[in-house]
């Protein structure tokens, strides 16, 4: 039984389906169409990063455009922020919060335009572990001189299963063998993407990554969260490891990504990041604490 997709073909053996070799370049070239980055996302943060630039004219980019102005001040006035009264214009969220958390409020805006369309579960699971992710770098467990982007934490746990969604979108027959694999075999949602497709999300969701011009240290935690030995950089293992632990939080919180997915977290991210198991139950009623604030930011991004 073979299935043919340009350059690939899938062939049965027993209760397997084998991928041909294939590279992440084939199926960008032939099969997925990676989302830009919004031209106004990309204007922010080079006014951001520009010392002459004022407050003004990072207000005047935002509110340039109004689909990401709107969605900003909801996330801004969201349970996440708690803050102590609304917020009704771009620019008192800058005065009030500075421009380095609105820059990843408006990058957090414009994830949430891709996330769109997605299965209500998965986009679930990738709000919850951007709060995991926060509570992780915030916690007595870590060490912030280990995480250089604390402020990013939640940007992080976002972006980590970015690459399942885009499979979604443009490879659905694909992901449905996924999960006919992963509820008959003991695999992994990664392991039986590598099995069907040739390529993992981690991998695909770094290439995005990629694409965006996003930090080397974001790009390696995405395509090395499941497997450290995938980072390029030795550096970027401990935040690859706290990608991987926040996204085990959720499974352990009723996060799931998938409902047939098997949970599953290498040796080396316990030892990487230093925290026991015996921590985990502290973060689950963390995550239940915060379940106003998933459900919330999960309605924004669907």
Known sequence: ???????????????????????????????????????????????????????????????????????????????????????????????????????????????????????????????????????????????????????????????????????????ADKMAKVVDLCSTNPLTWYQAEKEIIGIDHAELGAKLAQQWQLSPELIDAIRGHHDLKKCENPDHRFTAALMGLADFICYQSGYPAHTNATPALDEDIWSETGISPDAIEGFVTAMHDSKDSINELANMAS
């Open 1 to 171: 039984m073979h299935y043919t997709l340009g350059k690939e073909a899938w062939v049965k053996q027993g209760e397997h389906i084998m991928s041909a070799t294939i590279s992440i370049e084939d199926i960008l070239d032939e099969v997925i169409t990676l989302p830009s980055l919004p031209d106004t996302v990309i204007q922010i943060t080079n006014l951001i990063n520009d010392p002459d630039a004022s407050m003004n004219d990072i207000g005047k980019a935002i509110s340039g455009d109004p689909s990401i102005a709107l969605k900003s001040l909801r996330v801004v006035n969201s349970a996440y922020f708690a803050l102590p009264t609304k917020v009704t214009s771009v620019e008192h969220a800058i005065s009030l919060l500075g421009m380095k958390v609105i820059k990843n409020i408006v990058f957090t805006a414009s994830v949430f335009d891709t996330l769109q369309g997605g299965e209500e579960m998965l986009i679930k699971h990738n709000v919850a572990c951007g709060v995991a992710m926060k509570l992780l770098v915030d916690s007595e467990y870590v060490d912030s001189s280990g995480f250089k982007h604390p402020d990013e934490a939640f940007i992080y746990g976002l972006l980590h299963d970015v690459g399942k969604l885009i499979f979604g979108e443009f490879m």
